[in-house]
């Protein structure tokens, strides 16, 4: 049981270029995130899909496009990429409200 | 003020010890309560979980909540130095299909 797959898991852009982090989860779960965490930051919410087909922005969304492709799989494009957006992303999924959420291993972005 | 706050530490005690950590939060619709692991370079994992008021144990872990006063705390007895990681409190209203609001995190390392 995979759980909540990330790719890739370490990635270094040049400022301005483009990309698209993947996420896949194999829990039949109707909500999936993506969060980034910064020191000192903890891990904040970027945008969110409450079920397929739904995507809402949350606190720092800023720079970010994101799909809902179907149920599984939940993608974070970067269009523009700048140096303020090194970070860790992590992506996560839950079935419902209430219940826990699970989280990839994370993909490690540099930007130069 | 955000939502949820939580001391980041860092957090150092000998091995053996009782470790509390706490975060506070200002949002009286919180009802589910959460409190995530998270080691170096890993993704977070659940730890504990709770529904409204009152305490949970598990082993050597036990989750207070005290929703009169906005407040919840993870108690490690018997620290171990398997137990040095991040530790992220983590809550959920309970209306809507909105995302987990975390903490900061505190880093805890447990010197033998």
């Known amino acids: 049981n995979a759980g909540v797959t990330q790719t890739p898991k370490f990635q270094v852009l040049k400022t301005g270029q483009s990309m698209t982090l993947q996420c896949a989860q194999d829990?039949?779960?109707?909500?999936m995130y993506w969060y980034r965490q910064d020191p000192g930051m903890g891990l904040r919410l970027i945008y969110y899909?409450?079920?397929?087909?739904?995507?809402d922005k949350g606190e720092v969304p800023n720079g970010y496009n994101v799909s809902r492709l179907n149920k599984r799989e939940f993608s974070l494009r970067l269009e523009s990429a700048a140096p303020s957006q090194t970070s860790v992303y992590f992506c996560a999924s839950r079935w419902v409200r209430g219940t826990e959420a699970f989280f990839g291993q994370g993909t490690r972005l540099t930007v130069v | 003020q955000k939502e949820v706050e939580q001391d980041p530490g860092p957090l150092s005690v000998p091995e053996g010890a009782i470790v509390s950590l706490n975060c506070t939060y200002s949002n009286s619709a919180f009802q589910y309560f959460m409190w995530y692991r998270q080691y170096s370079r890993k993704g977070p994992e659940l730890l504990m979980y709770?529904?409204?008021?009152g305490n949970k144990e598990d082993g050597r872990f036990t989750a207070q909540v005290d929703k009169s006063s906005k407040y919840i705390s993870l108690f490690i007895r018997d620290s171990q130095p398997s137990d040095s990681a991040t530790y992220l409190c983590?809550?959920?209203?309970?209306?809507?299909?909105?995302?987990?609001?975390f903490g900061k995190g505190t880093r805890l390392s447990v010197i033998a």
């Open positions: 899909s409450a079920s397929e087909g739904t995507t």
């Open positions: 709770t529904y409204s008021s």
């Open positions: 829990m039949n779960h109707n909500s």
């Open positions: 983590a809550m959920s209203r309970n209306s809507g299909n909105t995302p987990l609001v």
